[in-house]
């Protein structure tokens, strides 16, 4: 069975395909720069020998039905054809599913009026994300396509962390709350660290830490997700490369009487320019380590700043859920950057967690336990995959139904 993953952007398409026998990669690629005269993709399969080549095509491509026969062709070039004998299922990311969706779904007209419904809170993702869909659904109308949501994992959390303190008009007309974001990504580490522990999920208390250029943290309780980071959109919690992550309300009205800005550039002003970026000139946490590392003190504050909301929201977590069996270290600076994880957990000895200093900075690839000898918590590094969790959902969705139509 292959299962072709697509995450649509406004201007891009990323895309895997899967071979779900083996659960190993075909092929995959990036078509980037839609509707630029500097269009391009990369995509990459595996030939005959199970080695990896890749080719590069540039040149203008001015929409995503363009793209996606585009795709489709490098993907037939590549032995997989697009809407023939070969693929078995599509798996869309989709960014928000409001309150409709806590699992994936199969993709029919619906399901697309809900995601249509759902545009105004994900105003930049859910329009792209609808393209990519209707695209694809356009050139393969006879294969099962499922949607898979980010916000799906997140709505188990209870009322009383999923509402904001205001008037309840608030919620009911306009739909603000809380969602949280990365929840794909949540989901599978939380499943990988239980299959890593050798204990069944339901029976486990997480904190999973997705720090990547984005950031959230989840609380997850036998296996389902009651807290998260990230609120209505992913600019609420933890400190990111270009957001501010919590920041007292009052400071947007402020500003806005202070500076004479437009709600547009404070949304800009708070989603694209700070952050690390704000604090220190820098997104890359590679470059904002290296350069505290030479003395650099907006560097060094940067660091300081990012840790210490880690950790209170460790503590916020541990609180929430009573006892935690393992912390989980996920995505590029959660995988990579040991001495984040180490000043995230730098001091909380008391509350259980303790990292053994060397095991951390060793290097080894994930999965890896990092904890000190006895540390009641166990701390996890796993590597996120949310294409393939989305492959692997998919997967089961077209399986459950095939069963069912057999039985
Ligand atoms: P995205 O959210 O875009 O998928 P990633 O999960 O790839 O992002 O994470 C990107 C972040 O990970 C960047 O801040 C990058 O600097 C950081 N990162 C990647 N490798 C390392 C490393 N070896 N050390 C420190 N930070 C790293």
């Known amino acids: 069975m292959r299962i072709l ?4 952007g406004s201007s891009s398409i990323k895309y895997k395909l899967f071979d779900m026998t083996e659960r190993s990669v075909l092929a995959s690629g990036l078509l980037e720069r839609i509707g630029e005269a500097t269009s391009s993709l990369t995509h990459g399969a595996r030939n005959g020998r199970g080695e990896m080549t890749e080719i590069r095509k540039t040149g203008r491509i001015p929409d995503h039905r363009t793209g996606m026969r585009v795709i489709v062709e490098a993907l037939s070039a590549s032995g997989a054809k697009g809407n023939e004998p070969g693929l078995d299922g599509i798996g869309h990311r989709v960014v928000h599913g409001g309150e409709d969706f806590t699992e994936p779904t199969f993709i029919d007209e619906t399901v697309l009026d809900v995601i249509r419904k ?3 809170l994900a105003p930049l ?7 990519g869909i209707e695209v694809a659904l356009e050139t393969a109308p006879h294969l099962p396509q499922v949607a898979v949501f980010d916000t799906a994992f997140h709505q188990s959390i209870p009322p009383r962390a999923f509402h904001y303190a205001i008037p309840e008009e608030m919620y009911a007309r306009y739909r603000v709350r809380r969602y949280g974001f990365h929840g794909t990504s949540h989901q599978y580490v939380a499943g990988r660290a239980a299959a890593f522990l050798k204990r069944p999920l339901e029976s486990l208390n997480l904190i999973t830490l997705h720090l990547g250029n984005g950031a959230s943290v989840t609380a997850v309780e036998k296996g389902r997700c009651v807290d998260t980071s990230m609120g209505m959109t992913p600019l609420e919690g933890l400190i990111m490369g270009t957001r501010c992550g919590d920041i007292d309300p009052a400071v947007h009205f402020y500003l806005l009487r202070e500076t004479g800005r437009t709600p547009d550039e404070l949304d800009s002003l708070f989603n694209k320019e700070s952050g690390l970026k704000g604090i220190c000139g ?7 380590l290296e350069k505290a590392g030479a003395g650099d003190d907006r560097a060094r504050l940067a660091v300081d700043m990012y840790c210490y909301r880690v950790k209170k929201y460790i503590g916020a977590y541990l609180a929430a859920l009573g006892s935690v069996d393992a912390l989980v270290f996920t995505a590029g600076i959660g995988e990579r950057a040991a001495p984040i994880r180490e000043l995230c957990c730098r001091g909380l000895t008391g509350l259980g967690i303790a990292m053994d200093p060397e095991k951390n900075r060793a290097g080894a690839a994930p999965p890896i336990e990092i904890q000190a000898e006895g540390s009641p918590v166990s701390i996890l590094v796993i590597a996120t995959d949310e294409e393939l969790q989305i492959a692997e959902q998919t997967f089961a969705l077209i399986r459950q139904r095939e069963e069912a139509g057999n039985g």
């Open 125 to 131: 993702h859910n329009p792209a994300n609808l393209i």
């Open 5 to 8: 993953v697509l995450n649509s």
């Open 282 to 288: 820098t997104n890359d946490m590679r470059e904002v």
């Open 118 to 120: 759902n545009v105004p």
